[in-house]
């Protein structure tokens, strides 16, 4: 087993591998300030910051604002990725986080984004075709040497933030989601609150006139450190004022204005200022602006520079976004207005509808709901999805349906007399979509027979009289409302799992009986672990298409939140999260099972109430297929390999080295590498039958209630 230093030295890498390839914020300051001007970065103890702060400040609790997105590949430290996600580890990872802080007398604030603004969309999509570019390569790796590759090929789990946000408010933390740019609302509250500190990895933090940027890439939480990149050093060295900053930004280049787009003006910069030194380009930039000479009124406005129409519109675009409220840009026409949301959607929505929405998403206790209301416009980030693969769809085609039914609960329909109908914009990432525009849908009403519920009823109604609507819609957003009967028995969790292995085996092609069984066993044998236990589980080979299957699933978990978001909360949110429902490598390992022909009661570990759980679940999803002439076929995919392939098993009785064959058959006694043939399955394999409802949920409905 690799030893604990041996694991924190890989995950240093990972974490040094994946800040040293992503330059956030602003073009080339993060190098500058680290390799050429290491005086601008100071080293910081928290506890002692802490301490300081609480000084200065008696009447409250040291608060860090944590920039939530940007610290999602410091939190994932799990050793396994690739396979979907090991939740429950990431949940203990969390704590651990939240722990160290806490223990130091820090209160923590999280923040997430909750929207992608269209000033910096360009921005977004470069990031995310760049990402895709990523996975083709992890995914011809997998295929190639049937393994997950090291960390620096590292791709975090799908739907990881939107996750994220619902397990810290699980473990008690205050956890807010954006209604503009992330940035923005952090520097802003850090500010307004009098906060000790922000921690994130985005150099858009030293640009902001707000309290210090603490690097999250620096974060060592055995001893509570880390680096204080600070603005006012930064000043010194440039020899600018902290009103400055945002210009300087700009002309090097941000999320809003592109790198590109100023590049002549840098170089006629280098060429007038530069002195061959480290870090000139900056150095040069900084030069120039120090240059320019105010007007009469001392104000030294950006049209005094040699701009372009467009380029100065976009700079003042850019400055403006630097600007917290109150606070005002030397270089800025003080009439100029200042950069506010709009949204598109809000003239046709309720106002107790919208408020609601607002409230619950500001809370990051929804999903999905605020951001089609206010301004019709949606995006999904990257998923693990093998461009290659001609079987499975992208999940953004797949799960389609299911979004045009949620805008359909969520948008009202439009008279004749307004001449179009309300649609959503979609930025979904998945292979061959160059993102050049985004994907028009039209919402899609429900097929209920009272038609589509009204919104306020579902949202506001008394909760006696509409707790059954609500489950019918939820239940018709999946096209699934002829399993309503069926899982009056079903704790939350299992609806859950019922359902969306449902739908993917109905929508998806060329799905397999042995793909059910993995997707319901792995649901049914995660009951029975703890996240020690499924952490220890080691897979012999990995397989591609288990790896898209995994996300597929994971993803389409994001869309059970969002359906139950729009339709009123039928269900407690936190039982359709991952960690109740989905284990990356458990998942994984059912899968490599169930197509190399395991027995029933090998697949679900001789455990006799598991395995009558397993049948029922399986019953109801196979029954449900039928109804829809669907018929899956059994098509066992063991694999191809050039002789046997090894991994490893973790247990209270230490490592055991095997072969695959060997996985499949522990029971039978044989020597260390010795080959065997697979134990083939029972005669009745494949016989399906509808169990008799399993004791522990007779009569319980408690999702319902």
């Known amino acids: 087993m690799m030893c604990h230093c041996k694991k924190e030295k890989l995950r240093n890498l990972v974490n040094c591998c994946f800040l040293s390839r992503i330059d956030m914020g602003v073009k080339g300051l993060q190098y500058f300030m680290e390799s050429c001007y290491p005086e601008t970065c100071l080293p910081v103890d928290l506890r002692q910051m802490a301490a300081s702060h609480a000084r200065g ?115 008690g933390q205050e956890t807010w989601c954006s209604i503009r740019e992330g940035d923005y609302e952090i520097a802003e509250y850090a500010l307004r609150r009098d906060c000790m500190g922000i921690l994130g990895q985005d150099t858009d933090f030293v640009i902001y006139d707000t309290v210090p940027y603490l690097s999250i890439g620096k974060l060592k939480l055995e001893n509570m450190t880390t680096v204080h990149f600070s603005r006012e050093k930064l000043c010194d060295v440039l020899k600018l004022q902290m009103s400055d900053l945002p210009l300087l930004a700009c002309i090097l280049g941000n999320d809003i204005v592109p790198e590109h787009q100023l590049h002549w003006l840098r170089k006629n910069a ?48 850019g400055v403006l976004s630097y600007l917290l409220p109150g606070q005002k840009s030397p270089w800025l026409d003080p009439n100029l207005p200042p950069l506010e949301p709009t949204g598109l959607m809000e003239k046709y929505i309720d106002k107790d509808i919208l408020r609601a929405a607002k409230e619950k998403h500001v809370r990051a206790e929804c999903f999905m709901v605020y951001n089609v209301l206010h301004d019709g416009t949606l995006e999904c980030s990257n998923t693990l999805e093998d461009e290659e693969e001609c079987e499975l769809q992208p999940q953004a085609v797949l799960y389609q349906l299911v979004r045009e039914h949620i805008y359909g609960v969520l948008l009202p329909h439009l008279p004749a007399s307004h001449g179009h109908t309300l649609s959503v914009m979609e930025w979904f990432v998945f292979p061959g979509n160059p993102l050049n525009a985004p994907n028009k849908v ?41 399993l309503s009967q069926d899982l009056d028995s079903l704790d939350s969790s299992s ?100 197509h190399s022909g395991c027995p029933e009661e090998e697949l679900l570990e001789d455990n006799p109430a598991g395995s009558s759980l397993f049948l029922s679940l399986q019953a109801l999803v196979l029954a449900a297929c039928r109804r829809r002439g669907l018929t899956l076929p059994s098509q066992p995919r063991r694999p191809p390999r050039e002789g046997p392939v090894h991994g490893e098993c973790h247990g209270e009785s230490g490592s055991q080295i095997f072969s695959t064959s060997e996985l499949y058959s522990r029971d039978q006694p044989r020597g260390r590498g010795q080959r065997t043939t697979p134990r083939s399955r029972r005669p009745n394999r494949r016989r399906y039958h509808l169990a008799p409802r399993w004791p522990q949920f007779e009569n319980q409905r408690p999702a319902f209630h």
């Open 57 to 171: 400040h008696p009447d409250t609790t040291p608060t860090v604002v944590v920039d939530g997105m940007a610290c999602l590949r410091y939190w994932y430290q799990c050793e396994a990725w690739v396979h979907g996600g090991q939740w429950q580890e990431y949940i203990h990872l969390l704590q651990r986080f939240v722990g160290a802080f806490t223990a130091a007398g820090i209160r923590l604030v999280f923040f997430f984004d909750g929207t992608v603004e269209e000033l910096k969309r360009a921005e977004w999509v470069k990031r995310r075709l760049r990402v895709n570019h990523d996975i083709a390569r992890l995914f011809h790796y997998i295929k190639h040497h049937r393994q997950q590759p090291a960390g620096e090929m590292l791709c975090l789990p799908s739907g990881l933030a939107t996750f994220t946000r619902f397990a810290l408010k699980s473990l």
């Open 495 to 594: 609806v859950a799992v019922v359902c969306l292995t449902t739908y993917i085996a109905v929508h998806a092609k060329h799905l397999s009986l042995e793909d059910i069984d993995a997707y319901l066993s792995q649901a049914v044998c995660i009951r029975y672990k703890s996240y020690t236990e499924l952490k220890q589980i080691r897979v012999p080979e990995v397989d591609a298409r288990a790896v898209q299957l995994g996300s597929l699933f994971v993803r389409g978990l994001t869309y059970m939140v969002a359906a139950n978001s729009a339709c009123g909360f039928p269900f407690p949110m936190l039982e359709l999260m991952p960690w109740k429902t989905f284990d990356g490598l458990l998942f994984h390992l059912k899968y490599l099972q169930a």
């Open 442 to 482: 039209t919402p899609k009403p429900l097929e209920l027979p009272e038609g589509t519920p009204d919104l306020m009823g579902l949202w506001f109604g008394n909760e006696s009289e509409v707790k059954s609507a609500r489950v019918s819609t939820f239940l018709a957003v999946l096209d699934l409302r002829d």
């Open 270 to 317: 280098l060429t007038s200022y530069g002195k061959k030194t480290k870090g000139e380009k900056i150095l040069s930039v900084a030069e120039f602006i120090s240059r320019v000479r105010p007007r009469s009124d001392g104000l030294r406005d950006i049209s005094l520079m040699p701009l372009t129409k467009v380029d100065k519109e976009l700079v003042e675009k």
